[in-house]
């Protein structure tokens, strides 16, 4: 007999077995009585054995015959290990699916450059990007962890610090040459073209030219020739392109300073962000292996 052939035929005499019932067993298998019937016949026609004695009259339950009841417990057991491997199989896909929410400035600027170091690390574990511009719900989206931009503090949800964030003019090196007299003073910042960051609300706590002219107490009507976007990585790209002085965020400009395609302007001058990169996730989610080797990689590639 080719048992994987005639599963279908063991599962309805198991089912019809457990409840004494050909119409019992198809209402659990979504399957017609005259199906399960027809499932039962064909199996003791293969064994050559009768595995029911049927009834006709009353309820019309089963009997099991002596011989049915002997072989029972093994095929119950036969199933219940198909089952667990299949559950195990789901699970083990599970666990090996990361889903990571984040920003698609984050991803372009910082995470995406990296994350092969992750994946030589932890090749078993495939990683599927959110970077939806949205807050998203964790739930309904299935987002095991996310690296945020902000004050630390979303409801329902755990923040662990990830990095601090520095704010200071950039501009391109062809940018600088041209400009470098004017540069040596910090007022003239006020005649050249400025490229300005749309894409957080003022309110944030985000830094914008306005609040860091201030802070360096250069007062007066800046140059409004400057682009305006509401892209962190298109700011920086505009300045990589020569456009202009943009205002960069140290964590997504360390690659484009380190390979010279930016020039960091008066270095002597600090200016630490109140918001910062947060490594965020739902409490419950806390002990998954996955999501602990992704935590610690974030933090060791930070340092």
């Known amino acids: 007999m080719d048992i994987p052939k005639h599963l279908n035929a063991l599962k309805a005499f198991e089912a019809s077995a457990r409840h004494l019932s050909f119409s019992g067993a198809a209402q659990e298998l979504n399957v017609t009585s005259a199906a399960v019937g027809q499932s039962v016949r064909t199996l003791e026609e293969l064994l050559g054995v009768t595995l029911f004695y049927r009834q006709s009259s009353g309820k ?3 009997e099991l015959t002596a011989l049915a009841e002997q072989i029972l417990p093994d095929i119950q057991i036969g199933f219940d290990y198909l089952s667990k491997a299949v559950n195990k199989v789901k699970v083990i896909d ?3 699916k990361l889903t990571v929410a984040i920003s698609p400035t984050f991803a372009s600027k910082w995470l995406l450059p990296r994350i092969n170091r ?3 690390v932890h090749p078993e574990i495939e990683i599927n990007f959110d970077t939806d511009l949205k807050p998203v719900d964790f739930n309904s989206h299935c987002i095991d962890i996310a690296v945020r931009y902000g004050t630390g503090h979303w409801s329902g949800l755990v923040a662990e610090k990830l990095m601090e964030e520095e704010i200071f003019p950039v501009c391109s090196p062809s940018f600088y040459l041209n400009y470098q007299s004017q540069l040596k003073d910090i007022k003239n910042l006020l005649d050249l073209p400025l490229i300005h960051c749309l894409s957080m609300d003022n309110d944030s706590g985000f830094i914008t030219w306005d609040k860091w002219l201030k ?3 250069i007062m007066g009507e800046y140059n409004q020739t400057g682009f305006k976007i509401n892209n ?8 990589i392109d020569g456009h202009g002085i943009a205002l960069a965020r140290s964590v997504i400009a360390c690659d484009d300073l380190k390979k010279g395609k930016l020039v960091r302007l008066y270095p002597e001058i600090t200016c630490i962000s109140p918001l910062a990169y947060y490594i965020v996730y739902r409490e419950e989610c806390c002990t998954l292996s996955k999501l602990i080797a992704f935590k610690e990689w974030l933090i060791q590639e930070k340092n």
């Not at 962190?232 to 300045?239: C, E, K, P, R």
């Open 94 to 96: 599970t666990e090996q």
């Open 215 to 217: 802070s360096n107490y």
């Open 232 to 239: 962190s990585a298109g700011v920086l790209q505009l300045a």
């Open 118 to 120: 992750f994946q030589q």
């Open 60 to 62: 019309k339950r089963l």
